[in-house]
């Protein structure tokens, strides 16, 4: 099997605070993976020990066999980028320029036309070209969630991590932004990784689910072997149903284990 | 290229991009091309506005010029079979008016572009290199250097050198306050408050014990105001400026990026803290110094950088140069008017800035509140 990204080892902690304890993984090009886990469960800390946003403290995290806590920040900029959850900007910036930032690892002082077009071509494929020249600050938290996707998408990386980018979008929104994205793991044959608390959208759109607990991975494969009664019952101590529906496990939470 | 009437006329009429597909552009586009020429245009003409009001300027005072005049006298040092002025006229406007013009212009620009990265780097509205204490760290460098003796080293780079030393002091102070969890932009200022008495008060103890050897230097120092400048000073003020100026540029992307936060940032390719370290040491710099040759001027540095943006948004490639500029305009007219309001009584430029800038202080703290600037 081909290997995009390998993660090693990682261990990270907040001022000896064990946050992430030996976590490891291998994640195959062109597939859309998803992190579940309770709230707490370590999945931003992972995503930015992988952007190096925090510096691991043990273990390593490899592109394509380059070790990705060797490269400096520009260079980690081409090969990963990021979406954060939210984003609050202290001064007002239009739409346009806040996505245009995206393409600071590929772009000259002056600018280019091409960038400039790039950035229309994200606005028109995420169906927001009529908020370019809106403030960032005075949209709605979806569309600002649309715009950080944009701008992770002009940055053009092969790897792509999303911290719940659905977490402020409605059902319409939400099935909008994730055929977006799986259409982008496919024609652009990168790799897209989120943090997701839909279980059933995971299901629906994953070609792999890592579920984490307490800083380690507890399962990991796809949607069916992962999105199991017993395995929700032990990580997130729901009872829940699980039906299949074209052949994706669905899951309807019935009721919480008490003690 | 679009032409004029297009930028004015393009009516904004969503989601077209059917025209898109037959070569035209969108309405939304054009909105977009709109504002990148008002944005070019408004630097463009703050620095037509400048030259113009340079000119207006210099013909205040007891001695009649009239503009014509003033030109003429500027135009023929560099062109002299062209343009011919009596020679009083020539002496007055090169030895008297025009320096301290310049003066104003220089200790405004550098003050306004140094505002206008420092609030970037810190993503505090309320920075400036007054309101941070970062003056007043320059200042008391300059004592200290009369105190020990400039004598022995010779020269104004000794004085420049510890007053940039100082500076560089309290920006770092103030980096590794602003790095600690909840510290808000107003604990920033607070402290700058803070720092900005301490270093003045040792100023002011220092002069106690100074002889009157040193007393004169320190007043010579950093104490004056615009009065203080000449053409022997610019020389090197201008190389720092020089030197500074394309630095502090060659960052306005990673200015930009910085402004949504260190995590964006680093995701996006910026090392935020290398970068924040690197602007506060040029920063330091300018402000040592612009405080020794021209003293400590209030507000500019706050007032230049809300203006820009207020007109043309966030893009720092825009934005440093455009609040250079209008820090320039801000402190020249000011000086202007300290000059001329109650002539022959001059108003040292201090004074001015800060009768125009503690209002507009008072309104940002107020507008703080709501977390949101200029908008
Ligand atoms: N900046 C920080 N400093 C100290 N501890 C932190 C910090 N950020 C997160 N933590 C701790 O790290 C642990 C994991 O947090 P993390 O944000 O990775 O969880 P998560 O799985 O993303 O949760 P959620 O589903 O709520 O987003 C939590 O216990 C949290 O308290
Ligand atoms: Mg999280």
Redesign the interface.
């Known amino acids: 099997m081909m290997i995009k990204l390998q993660a090693k080892e990682i261990i990270f902690g907040y001022d000896s605070n064990p946050i992430l304890e030996n976590v490891n993984f291998e994640i195959a090009p062109s597939r859309l993976v998803t992190i579940v886990g309770p709230n707490g469960s370590g999945k931003s800390t992972l995503i930015?020990c992988i952007?190096?946003?925090v510096s691991p403290q043990g273990g390593s995290i490899l592109i394509d066999r380059k070790d990705v806590t060797k490269m400096n920040?520009?260079?980690?900029?081409?090969y990963?980028?990021?979406v954060?959850q939210s984003?609050?900007?202290?001064?007002?910036?239009?739409v346009?320029?806040?996505i245009l930032?995206?393409r600071?690892?590929h772009?000259g002082?002056l600018g280019s036309e091409g960038d400039e077009e790039k950035v229309?071509e994200v606005l028109?494929l995420l169906n927001i070209?009529?908020l370019?020249?809106s403030?960032f600050?005075?949209l709605s938290g979806g569309q600002q969630q649309k715009v950080l996707i944009a701008?992770a998408l002009v940055?053009e990386a092969e790897v792509m991590l999303l911290d719940e980018p659905t977490s402020n979008l409605d059902i319409w929104h939400q099935l909008d932004v994730m055929n977006i994205i799986r259409d982008v793991v496919k024609k652009r044959e990168i790799t897209a990784i989120m943090a997701l608390h839909d279980l059933n959208l995971a299901s629906t759109y994953s070609d792999r689910i890592i579920m984490m607990k307490k800083g380690r991975i507890v399962a990991a494969g796809n949607p069916t072997s992962v999105i199991t009664a017993e395995n929700i019952a032990s990580v997130y101590r729901v009872v829940a149903a699980v039906r299949s529906i074209s052949d994706r496990p669905m899951i309807m939470p019935l009721r919480q284990i008490k003690g | 290229m679009m032409g004029y009437r297009a930028f004015f006329h393009g009516k904004p009429d969503a989601g077209s991009s059917r025209s898109k597909r037959a070569g035209k552009k969108s309405g939304i586009e054009l909105a977009h091309e709109r504002f990148k020429f008002i944005r070019l245009f408004f630097v463009l003409s703050i620095a037509a506005l400048l030259v113009l009001l340079t000119g207006f300027i210099i013909t205040l005072g007891p001695l009649n010029i009239s503009v014509a005049d003033a030109y003429s006298a500027l135009l023929a040092r560099f062109w002299p079979d062209y343009f011919h002025v009596e020679t009083l006229t020539s002496r007055v406007v090169w030895n008297i008016r025009f320096p301290r013009i310049v003066g104003g212009i220089m200790a405004g620009f550098g003050l306004g572009i140094c505002g206008c990265v420092m609030q970037a780097v810190l993503k505090n509205p309320l920075a400036s290199p007054f309101t941070l204490g970062i003056t007043a760290g320059a200042q008391f460098g300059i004592s200290i250097a009369a105190v020990i003796g400039v004598s022995i080293f010779g020269g104004p780079y000794f004085i420049i050198g510890n007053a940039f030393v100082c500076a560089l002091f309290c920006s770092l102070f103030i980096i590794a306050l602003a790095a600690i969890k909840g510290a808000t932009s107003e604990n920033l200022v607070l402290a700058g408050i803070a720092v900005n008495y301490f270093f003045t008060a040792i100023s002011q103890l220092l002069k106690y014990f100074a002889s009157d050897e040193q007393l004169r230097l320190m007043t010579n120092w950093g104490m004056g105001d615009l009065a203080a400048f000449s053409w022997a000073n610019s020389r090197l003020l201008l190389v720092i400026f020089v030197i500074c100026f394309p630095l502090l540029m060659s960052k306005s992307w990673d200015l930009n990026i910085m402004t949504a936060g260190d995590e964006a940032a680093k995701s996006i390719g910026v090392d935020a803290e290398k970068t924040r370290i690197f602007i506060m040491i040029v920063t330091s710099l300018l402000v040592a110094t612009i405080v020794c040759f021209m003293g400590t001027i209030a507000f500019v540095g706050l007032v230049a950088p809300h203006m820009a943006r207020m007109v043309i948004g966030g893009d720092h490639r825009f934005l440093i140069p455009a609040s250079g500029v209008l820090g320039g305009l801000v402190l020249m007219s000011a000086d202007a008017v300290g000059m001329n309001m109650i002539a022959p009584t001059i108003i040292p430029t201090g004074i001015m800035t800060s009768i125009v800038g503690v209002p507009f202080f008072m309104y940002l703290m107020m507008k703080g509140k709501r977390k949101e600037f200029w908008t």
């Open positions: 930015k952007d190096r946003i920040r520009m260079d980690v900029a081409r990963l980028s990021y954060p984003s609050v900007r202290i001064f007002p910036t239009n346009f320029d806040t930032m995206g600071r690892p772009i002082w229309w028109r070209e009529r370019a020249m403030n600050n005075e701008r940055q």
